[in-house]
Structures are given as structure tokens and as C-alpha cells.
């Protein structure tokens, strides 16, 4: 196995057992890793630190654990078990209201670099490294383990995310169970979905908001609501069930605002106060003309990295100021940054410096978050991504 010896002082961090090491801090290695390998890591004095995935960048190993142990089968089968039983402990697993949600959230579980998402009977596994990607046959066995009968199929959907220089070859498909399709309805605090984890953007259905979006379920009575960025219409169906008086759901894709119909229709029949729009959300906002009292921000992240995030605070600031602008007195909004790259802080300020753009008395009724099955690791707290605030604007 290639030893991987830090510079002085690079050791810290690992001792506050914080879950990467970066590239500038490695001094010298033992050994030449494939991308994908299990490596050790040893301080300057040859103490050893941690074992991890090996891979090819700025984060050059992502731990995996911090004591001389076997990455096994049995391995893989205890953290399989430790994350089923944080989601018990929630009240997820066998909760015959909310059949999907997520199983592993990467650093979140102590396996950086995995994301496992259920839905019903089926698990979609999805790599973001090249040493979970070569471990997916493992975390398949486990999870028929762990599940027994209650799991029908594992669906490995990791092409697109993987490294986009790792030359894995990777494609999209079963490896366990699976009838060729990959699309059912599953069930969430009540409502049904289509979700489709072959063709959907991430595993299918952004299981994140499911928390947040009762809380617009608790606001939605006798409101307007416009759901922007929509994709599934997951907002603007919780809408609808809280007794809205229209909802408008917009997104720039067709092919959404077609799945947003029937996520409506699924719940609802053809006969509900909902419409589905396909143009810009920024434009649509410049029209709205105050005729909203309860408004959704959930854009795609504005923000991969650091590099670019001086534009992601302009582009959080100009949405969230078209939109204080032009709600109605007394409205909702509802915002948010899926950016990791954007602290709660900055995300505050972008928020503030549009509230005064628009010259619009606003309250803070809640500060929000990632549900419990996105976990973050206390050591980790770059898994803190999804931030939300609820503002009731004069």
C-alpha cells in the first residue's frame, strides 16, 4: 500500500480529524497510487494518521478512517448499518409516508465521495470519486445486506459525476434487481412524485427541501405562490396542499414545467389552480407586479467553487431583489443558495443588500437548512450547504 508522508505541520488538521488532504500539504509518497487506490497517511515522523481513497487533484485523499483497519466487506457493511440507523433514528426508514430519502451523504456519513438515495424499494448509488466508483460493488453487497428483501435493485448513476479526467468508462445502469425502467412515484410527507433516477438531474428528486417544503405547505393558505426554479414543482405540489389559491411554477425547462404538471395532476387531478411557465425565472420577476404574496427562490447553485463566487453574491443579490421588489405587502419569500462556496454569512449579506435595494422593511421568520438525512460532520462543516431564510416583507 503507498505511504503518503505529510510536510511539518500538515498533520493538524487530520488530528482534528477533518476528513481531506490537500495536495500542497504531502511532502513525499512511497509508491505510485492509481487514482482510486487505498492509501495511508503518515506525519513527517512516520506516524501513521489516517487511510483513505487516493485520487488525482487538490483534495489528494479523501479519509475513509483513522485507524489501521481493513476496508472489507465487513467494513462497508458497519457504515452501511450506521447510516440506516441515523435515518431510523429520524424516522425515515419504514415510515409509509416518506418512502424516499437519502443514505449516505458523503463526509456527512464518514464515506467522502458517496451519495446513496432510496426510493421505495430501489437504491441510486452515485460516485464522485474514482475510489468510490471502484468500490460500488461493494457498497451494492452491503446494501443488500443491510436492506435484506426490503431492497429490489440498486441503480449506479456516478457517469456524470465522477472526475471528468478519471478515464473510468463509466456508464449509467443496474447493478442489482431493476426491471430496465427507471421511473416510479414515490411518497414524500404524503404527497406523491414521479422521480426518474435514470434521466432526472441528480439521483432523480432533490430530497434536501423535504423539510422546507412543509414549511411552505404551513404558509400556502389562501396565497399566491410563485415557485421559481421549479424543476419537479416539489414546492408548488406542497403549495397546493396547503391550500394556495394559484400557484404559477416557473423553470427555463420545458421538459420541468412538464414534470411539474404532473406532479400536480398526480395529486391533485387536472382541475388545479396551478400553472406551469417555461421562461427565465429572472425575467418572469420582473413582470410579476405584486400579484404574489408567497414566493420560492431555489436556484442551481451560482457558486461550483471560490473562484467564482464574487458573481455568485451579484447573482444572489439581483434575484433576491427582483423579488423583494415586486412582492406583495405582506408576503412570504422563501430563498435560497445550494452553493457550498457560500457561507450562511454571505448569504445573509447578498439577502440584506437586496432587502435595502429594494427599499423594503423585512423580518427573519426562519433561518433553514439540510434535513437530518443530509448530515453534517461536525469535523467537516464545509457539509453545511444549503442554507434558507423565510422573510416577511412589508
Known amino acids: 500500500m503507498t505511504k503518503i508522508f505529510l510536510k511539518r505541520g500538515k498533520e493538524e488538521s487530520l488530528g482534528r480529524r477533518h476528513p481531506w488532504v490537500f495536495s500542497g500539504a504531502i511532502e513525499r509518497m512511497e509508491g505510485e497510487p492509481a487514482e482510486g487506490d487505498v492509501v495511508d497517511v503518515y506525519s513527517r515522523q512516520g506516524e501513521f494518521l489516517a487511510r483513505g481513497h487516493y485520487q488525482i487533484g487538490s483534495i489528494t485523499v479523501r479519509i475513509l478512517t483513522f485507524v489501521q483497519e481493513e476496508i472489507d466487506a465487513r467494513w462497508w457493511l458497519e457504515r452501511l448499518r450506521a447510516a440506516v440507523g ?116 441528480k439521483t432523480g428528486f432533490f430530497l434536501d427541501q423535504r423539510e422546507n417544503r412543509e414549511l411552505v405547505r404551513r404558509y400556502s393558505s389562501g396565497r399566491a405562490v410563485l415557485n421559481t426554479f421549479s424543476y419537479t414543482g416539489g414546492f408548488s405540489v406542497y403549495a397546493l396542499a396547503g391550500g394556495a389559491e394559484r400557484v404559477v411554477s416557473v423553470d427555463s425547462s420545458a421538459g420541468a414545467v412538464r414534470l411539474a404538471e404532473r406532479n400536480v395532476a398526480l395529486n391533485f387531478g387536472d382541475g388545479a389552480p396551478h400553472e406551469g411557465v417555461a421562461v427565465d425565472a429572472f425575467d418572469y420577476l420582473k413582470e410579476m407586479d405584486g400579484s404574489f404574496d408567497l414566493v420560492i427562490l431555489d436556484p442551481p447553485a451560482f457558486a461550483k467553487h471560490h473562484k467564482v463566487l464574487g458573481n455568485a453574491m451579484k447573482g444572489y443579490m439581483r434575484l433576491n431583489a427582483r423579488a423583494l421588489s415586486q412582492i406583495a405587502p405582506g408576503g412570504i419569500l422563501f430563498t435560497f443558495s445550494c452553493s457550498q462556496a457560500v457561507s450562511r454569512e454571505l448569504f445573509r449579506t447578498a439577502v440584506f443588500t437586496a432587502a435595502a435595494v429594494a427599499g423594503r422593511n423585512v423580518r427573519i421568520l426562519h433561518q433553514l437548512t439540510q434535513p437530518a438525512d443530509h448530515p453534517v460532520n461536525i469535523y467537516h462543516p464545509e457539509g453545511e450547504y444549503l442554507k434558507g431564510l423565510v422573510l416577511y416583507v412589508e
Open 86 to 201: 441515523v435515518r431510523r433514528a429520524v424516522g425515515l426508514v419504514g415510515n409509509p409516508m416518506t418512502d424516499c430519502y437519502r443514505l449516505v451523504h458523503g463526509e456527512g456519513d464518514g464515506l467522502p465521495g458517496l451519495v446513496v438515495d432510496i426510493y421505495g424499494d430501489t437504491a441510486v448509488v452515485q460516485a464522485h470519486s474514482v475510489g468510490m466508483y471502484r468500490s460500488r460493488d461493494a457498497v451494492c453487497d452491503a446494501l443488500r445486506r443491510v436492506y435484506g428483501g426490503a431492497l429490489a435493485a440498486v441503480y449506479d448513476k456516478s457517469a456524470q459525476t465522477l472526475p471528468y479526467k478519471a478515464d473510468t468508462g463509466a456508464c449509467d445502469g443496474y447493478l442489482y434487481g431493476g426491471d430496465g425502467t427507471t421511473e416510479r412515484i414515490v411518497t414524500e410527507n404524503g404527497n406523491r412524485f414521479h422521480v426518474d433516477w435514470g434521466a432526472g438531474q
